[in-house]
């Protein structure tokens, strides 16, 4: 069974230019999470979402990041006009049923953005 | 607001010598709590898990984590550290109410001399 798999694995982007993110879950899971991790910190949770419905984005910038997960194929982060504070390790996770209670995330190998 | 601190970031131990990582957490309820592992060059893995019932957990490859409910704090323990157990630990929390957010610490680097 596949694990969770996230591509690119490394992304360079100019300021100004637009960066996405492709994560695709585990066979069997429709539950999403994406966590941000910025140089000397920890992960950030970012946003949570279930095929075709945003559940929590709470930590969510309010300004150019958006995400979705569709019916078909990964769930896409995305950042328009990219700053150089959004160079980060972005880590997506997926679990089977709702993540909170006995449900374990399982977490992929995470984008790095790098952004010049 | 909910948040976890880890008290050592960066831990240089030699192999055999045993292991305390300590994570303190913030929240008014309920929790879940997990301890996840990152071994160079590779993606987070969880280590173990509390949701209800004994608080001393045992996970893999050896580690085991007490959750003091008094204390707001799940330290994980190893008795004997193996070079191969060279990796950044995070401690994380879930609220039972939560949606899934997982609040994470800022992790620990845990380097073991052969």
């Known amino acids: 069974n596949a694990g969770v798999m996230q591509n690119p694995r490394h992304l360079v982007r100019r300021r100004g230019q637009e960066a996405r993110l492709r994560c695709s879950p585990m066979?069997?899971?429709?539950?999403v999470y994406w966590y941000r991790q910025l140089p000397e910190e920890g992960l950030k949770f970012m946003v949570y979402?279930?095929?075709?419905?945003?559940?929590?984005e709470s930590g969510m910038p309010k300004e150019r990041f958006s995400a979705e997960f569709p019916k078909e194929g990964p769930s896409i982060l995305r950042i328009q006009q990219v700053v150089r504070g959004d160079s980060a390790a972005y880590f997506c996770a997926s679990s089977p049923q709702a993540g909170g209670g006995y449900n374990e995330q399982y977490f992929g190998p995470g984008t790095r953005l790098t952004v010049t | 607001a909910q948040s976890v601190s880890q008290h050592n970031h960066h831990v240089i131990l030699s192999e055999a010598a045993s292991l305390e990582l300590g994570c303190n957490y913030s929240y008014g309820g309920t929790v879940n709590l997990f301890w996840y592992v990152q071994y160079p060059g590779q993606h987070l893995q969880l280590l173990l898990k509390y949701f209800s019932g004994d608080p001393l957990v045992k996970g893999i490859k050896g580690f085991e984590a007490e959750f003091i409910k008094s204390k707001f704090s799940f330290n994980l323990r190893k008795p004997s550290v193996q070079w191969s157990d060279t990796a950044e630990y995070f401690c994380?929390?879930?609220?039972?109410?939560?949606?899934?957010?997982?609040?994470f610490g800022q992790g620990t680097t845990l380097q073991v001399k052969p």
């Open positions: 994380a929390v879930m609220g039972s109410s939560n949606t899934g957010k997982l609040i």
């Open positions: 979402l279930q095929k075709e419905n945003i559940i929590d």
């Open positions: 066979k069997g899971h429709s539950h």
